[in-house]
């Protein structure tokens, strides 16, 4: 085994214990929690270990490095998540590779993704990204609307050819009244989720938590975790 692929295993098994420690916490069965591994800035070699090392989602945040590890990894079985904040002259690029976009913000944003998705002759799963640090109308310092904005854009990924609609994100603010109480970001996430759910039973997936604060994302209920440090660690990054 390499260098590395020693050390990503190590890791994974350190990040595994702390989920599978979350959900014994919770009172959740391990199997209700999905790992997603942000390999942003890393290269496609690592995504390759990863995958040998069992790991099946995998997240980026730009597309300018998403799209070419994409297409060097595209004999792989892994699921794509595009995680940042997407400008639409990127859209058409990342429909060709991501199976969900967990970004989406503006009924703009919708209509773009359904455009290039229907293009494609793919769908594309779709999460409306919340922002807890947002004021009604406006969206969040890290992308995302504000709470009640979460049912037009629903409503517009419900009408959009090639879109599907999976659920809900968040980021844990920085500012505003969540900031620096994850649990009750996260808790305020599930409210909504669970009202989403009420009217849209299939969207069920909520995803929250990171490197830091996974173990408050699953206490709260989430669905998938998103974690990058913790698991590739400080390698030297690319550009």
């Known amino acids: 085994m390499t260098d590395r692929k020693e050390q990503l295993a190590a890791n994974l098994a350190r990040v595994e214990e702390r989920i599978a420690s979350a959900c014994a916490g919770a009172g959740r ?3 209700e929690v999905t790992l997603i591994v942000v390999t942003k800035t890393y290269p496609a070699s690592d995504v390759r270990i990863l995958h040998e090392l069992g790991v099946r989602h995998v997240a ?3 597309d300018q490095d998403a799209a070419p590890k994409a ?3 595209a ?10 904040q997407l400008q639409t002259n990127k859209v058409r690029s990342v429909a060709s590779y991501a199976d969900v976009v967990q970004s989406v913000d503006r ?3 919708v209509t773009a993704l359904s455009a290039a998705a229907a293009r494609g002759e793919r769908v594309l799963g779709c999460l409306v990204q919340v922002a807890l640090d947002a004021e009604s109308g406006e969206r969040g310092e890290r992308g995302g609307v504000a709470p009640d904005g979460i049912e037009e854009l629903a409503a517009a990924v419900d009408a959009a050819p090639g879109l599907r609609l999976d659920g809900l994100m968040t980021v844990a603010p920085l500012a505003g009244p969540y900031a620096g109480r994850q649990r009750a970001a996260f808790d305020r996430l599930m409210e909504c989720a669970s ?4 009217d849209r039973p299939a969207a ?3 995803s929250a938590g990171m490197s830091a604060d996974l173990e408050d994302a699953v206490a709260a209920g989430a669905t998938h ?3 990058g440090t913790a698991v590739l660690g400080d390698r030297p990054r690319l550009g």
């Open 71 to 73: 297409t060097a990894c």
């Open 60 to 62: 980026e945040n730009r």
């Open 204 to 206: 069920n997936m909520v």
């Open 107 to 109: 009924v703009r944003l």
């Open 29 to 31: 069965a391990r199997d």
């Open 195 to 198: 009202r989403l759910r009420a």
């Open 225 to 227: 975790v998103r974690v």
């Open 75 to 84: 004999d792989l079985s892994l699921t794509w998540h595009f995680v940042g």
